[in-house]
């Protein structure tokens, strides 16, 4: 089981308020994101419900049971470090074993579980070499493995991904949501990539200034942004706003359309605009406007466009798709 | 490191390199090889090179004068004993500072750091006569406690710039692990601190060895470190510099060879992280 | 990506220095051990600095003599008079001037280009590495008997001999020349100290930086001037200040060469307060001298705590 919820939880420095008034419940076996920029919070969100540090207010729940005055390594959580945190003397059975080895488990059985470990993450044939003889991916193999081996109720990753190449980065991902999913254990991940969010979450939590602004799934953040902050986080290219003139016609004050919902009309027909760049990317063609009074558009087209910067483009937005704010940047719900 | 370089720069730097490095080294080379002479060969001129008579009974005859070996252990005892008591002190403080620091850590660390800073002469006079009637003149004791002391910030600072580096990370990672501190401090932090308190024993070691401000001032005979030993050949009479190159070369060889191996420390420790 | 507004950004900043204090915040059961494991040192270092000082203030307003000790009186600041206008204060105070000017004159001018030397490609760079280091291994009272006599020395000397090989007078230097005697020892103890610290500083110097102002068409020397002499600033002001406060108080050497003669010519301000304290057994004056020496050497430290605090992170 691994049921985690927060309760009006508060984290504060001094007088610098990191964490306001948490709430949120995660399920167990739930894959869950917590994304926002960086300073957001969201480290801090994960570090207090590991235990490493202590929360200033509200309470923290695991499998209903209140954890804040639990010191970490009874919490029943593992945690896979930004820099793996591996221990650089020990070797990579001694890395995963550490953790068994201080609950006195018995050695055959610490082995056991190791050797059980590390086959499922391909570490078999390191287990015998230090950290710092593995190249980047099988340190983060080696840190995935400390945190599986203690089957836990819960792993908790704070941006693990973050120190590896893109194409392994890529790779990486696949094998951590196929590893969940297999462990059907409730995981906790911490990113500021938001395509790392969309793709590996169940559930996402923006985080924005110690605030949580929406939780939901992914395609509920992209379709249905509650406000200005997640409607731009979300999404790349990211959302286009058109304040002003345009939007006080609809009666609002801002509206909001995504790059791929602008479609490039025939002439004389919607938004008048002039491509000021077209990146060809060959499956999608990405074009910046400059739209006069709306400002500058992106509009992403799929497939190829033979548009070249200088040209006069009209763009007509998808209505069904238009997402509108009032002025304090909350959207409105029009049906 | 990658510049390419062409191989007659490489011959003029490597010349010009080792023809310093030697005129600097030439002392110690120079003592080294008057501790084989004869005292005749030693004080010939012109001087003697190689081609003298290779003699090892200097060595003999400042092994025979048993408070050679005397000297030699209270420098053993005394640069020993201050540094690992000064360790004992350190190892806990520095972890302290590095691992639970407060908004106060670096003002207590600037200010150990200013203690180190007081010249020993200023507090000569009450150091002298505290020790005299507490009965600590020329005992081991006495110079054990002061050397102690006036290392400890080097020691606190090196600890605290190794302890600093461990990443804290590691220790979450221990904890999250179940480690209790205690378990935490066993199989975690010292495992990986053992080569900074390695090298800050040794560097540290090598600071008491060489100190020559107290022990001079201190101690006279019972308890007279290898320092001492050797300012008494500062006055002799007759022929006594293949001697006095034996003994210097006995008591300065160990340490250089040490000094050796705590190059880069001596850089951490002496500048107080100031230089990296 | 990250779609901050100005609002959003500053408020960010603010959390990037909360969050850097959380590495820094542990738990309360940490802050509570880590109070108990410092006590000990700081109360000791504590006692270490006051009470020793304490009495040295007390000691110096006092007219107390050891070969007199039973008739003391309390005489104000009649010592600090004393001293202060003591022709051998003057005469020492110019000496321990002249001393740590001219051994960090000598240390930063060889030192410099010598570190470069050893930035460079050289065969066997670690041997000459520990040459070079090895002087600073050497106990004090070794290095100023070796040099005293092994290579000082008038008549049988190494210099003597080098001397005569050009056809000059060998110097008598402890007669002739005893200060610059002196210097030339510390210089040589303190030479590859300045030179490991500089050599340190270069090799952190940025590769690509330089290679950077390759392509500028920097010339080697203006690369030297404009890049690696500012960035040796540091380094060398760091040293100057470490040299000076262990140069103020120089000590063995002097002890085991000249005893400060002859006459005056070698005693710096430690060895007279030596002299006076266990020679002439003049503890209130030696006091009063005491005093002035950790004043001067306070100069000097508020300079280099201040460098040193500066990039110290906690």
Not at chain 1, 19 to 32: C, R, T
Not at chain 1, 53 to 58: A, H, L, M, P
Request: glycine share 8%; aromatic share 10%.
């Amino acid at each position: 089981m691994g049921q985690i919820t927060l309760q009006g939880v508060r984290k504060s420095f001094g007088p610098v308020n990191i964490i306001k008034d948490a709430n949120l419940d995660i399920e167990n076996g739930s894959f869950v994101v917590f994304v926002g920029p960086s300073g957001c919070g969201k480290t801090t969100l994960l570090r207090l419900i590991a235990g490493l540090e202590d929360v200033t207010g509200g309470q923290i729940l695991i499998d209903g049971r209140n954890v804040v005055d639990v010191p970490p390594a009874k919490r029943g959580l593992s945690m896979v470090f930004q820099s793996y945190a591996l221990y650089p003397h020990m070797s990579v059975r001694g890395n995963i074993a550490f953790g068994l080895k201080m609950a006195g488990l018995p050695r055959p059985e610490i082995n056991r579980k190791v050797e059980a470990a590390a086959a499922t993450l391909n570490l078999t044939p390191y287990l015998d070499r230090k950290p710092r003889e593995l190249s980047g991916g099988q340190r983060q193999r080696v840190a995935i493995g400390r945190a599986i081996v203690r089957e836990p109720k819960a792993f908790l990753f704070d941006e693990p991904l973050s120190n590896l190449d893109a194409a392994l980065r890529v790779q990486m991902r696949l094998e951590v949501t196929k590893l969940q999913k297999q462990l059907a254990t409730t995981a906790v991940y911490v990113t500021h990539d938001q395509v790392e969010a969309m793709t590996m979450a169940d559930k996402i939590v923006v985080l924005n200034a110690g605030r949580i602004e929406q939780y939901g799934s992914p395609l509920e953040l992209y379709e249905h942004p509650a406000n200005l902050f997640v409607a731009g986080f979300i999404g790349s290219p990211k959302m286009n706003f058109v304040p002003g003139e345009v939007a006080g016609e609809a009666g609002v004050a801002i509206i909001g359309i995504r790059p791929e919902h602008l479609k490039i009309g025939k002439d004389g027909d919607g938004w008048p605009g002039r491509v000021s760049v077209a990146e060809h990317l060959g499956s999608d063609t990405f074009l910046y406007v400059e739209g006069g009074k709306l400002g500058t558009l992106t509009v992403r087209y799929v497939g190829e466009l033979s548009l070249r910067a200088g040209d006069r483009v009209w763009l007509t937005p998808d209505p069904a798709r238009m997402h509108r704010f009032n002025k304090e940047g909350s959207v409105i719900r029009t049906s | 490191m990658a510049r390419k370089v062409t191989s007659r720069h490489v011959w003029m730097s490597t010349a010009a390199a080792w023809l310093f490095g030697f005129l600097i080294f030439l002392p110690i080379l120079w003592m080294f090889l008057a501790s084989f002479k004869s005292e005749l060969d030693a004080f010939a001129m012109p001087p003697k090179f190689l081609f003298f008579h290779w003699t090892t009974e200097n060595y003999a005859t400042v092994q025979q004068r048993s408070d050679y070996v005397h000297h030699a252990l209270n420098s053993i005892i005394i640069a020993g004993g201050s540094t690992l008591i000064a360790m004992l002190i350190a190892v806990p403080a520095a972890w302290s500072m590095a691992f639970s620091p407060t908004k106060r850590t670096k003002d207590v660390l600037l200010w150990m750091l200013s203690t180190k800073m007081m010249p020993p002469v200023g507090v000569l006079v009450p150091i002298y006569l505290v020790y005299r009637d507490f009965g600590l003149l020329d005992s081991r004791a006495g110079l054990v406690l002061i050397l102690c002391l006036g290392n400890l910030p080097i020691v606190i600072w090196m600890l605290f710039t190794y302890f600093k580096e461990i990443p804290k990370d590691i220790l979450e990672a221990a904890r999250m692990d179940g480690a209790t501190i205690g378990r935490e401090l066993v199989y975690v932090l010292t495992p990986m601190a053992i080569p900074g308190l390695a090298s800050t024993l040794l560097l540290n070691f090598i600071l008491a060895w060489n100190e020559a401000f107290w022990t001079l001032n201190l101690s006279t005979l019972e308890a007279a470190p290898l320092t001492v030993f050797i300012a008494s050949y500062s006055s002799p009479e007759g022929l006594f510099w293949a001697k006095l190159s034996a003994a210097s070369t006995l008591a300065i060889a160990p340490i250089i060879i040490l000094g050796w191996f705590t190059q880069r420390q001596l850089v951490r420790g002496l500048t107080f992280g100031a230089v990296k | 990506m990250e779609p901050l507004g100005r609002q959003e950004a500053a408020m960010t900043t603010q959390q990037v220095i909360a969050t850097q204090q959380t590495q820094v915040v542990a738990t309360e059961q940490t802050q509570v051990l880590g109070r108990a494991l410092l006590s000990p040192a700081v109360v000791l270092l504590f006692i270490w600095m006051i009470v020793p000082l304490a009495m040295t203030i007390y000691f110096s307003t006092l007219h107390y003599t050891l070969m007199d000790s039973e008739n003391w009186s309390f005489v104000g600041l009649e010592n600090f008079r004393y001293f202060l206008t003591d022709p051998a204060f003057l005469t020492s105070l110019q000496n321990t001037l002249v001393l740590v000017g001219s051994v960090l004159a000598i240390t930063i001018l060889l030192g410099t280009p010598l570190a470069l030397l050893l930035d460079q490609p050289v065969i066997g760079r670690s041997v000459v590495r520990l040459m070079v280091i090895a002087p600073f291994f050497v106990m004090p009272t070794v290095s100023a008997l070796v040099w005293k006599n092994l290579l000082m020395h008038p008549v049988s000397g190494l210099f003597a001999w080098i001397a005569n090989l050009f056809g000059l007078t060998p110097i008598d230097w402890f007669n002739d020349a005893p200060m610059l005697a002196v210097i030339l020892i510390v210089a040589w103890q303190w030479l590859p100290f300045a030179t490991l610290i500089l050599l340190t500083a270069l090799q952190s110097q940025d590769e690509e930086q330089k290679e950077a102002a390759e392509m500028d068409g920097a010339s080697a020397l203006s690369t030297f001037i404009y890049l690696t002499l500012p960035h040796l600033a540091r380094p060398i002001t760091v040293v100057v200040l470490i040299e000076t406060i262990f140069l103020l108080t120089v000590f063995a050497e002097i002890f085991v060469t000249t005893g400060g003669g002859p006459g005056l010519q070698t005693t710096n301000i430690a060895f007279l307060i030596y002299s006076q304290a266990l020679i002439q057994f003049d503890v209130g004056n030696a006091s009063a001298g005491g005093l002035v020496a950790v004043v001067i050497a306070n100069i000097v430290a508020f300079f280099l705590v201040r460098i040193i605090g500066r990039n110290l992170e906690v």
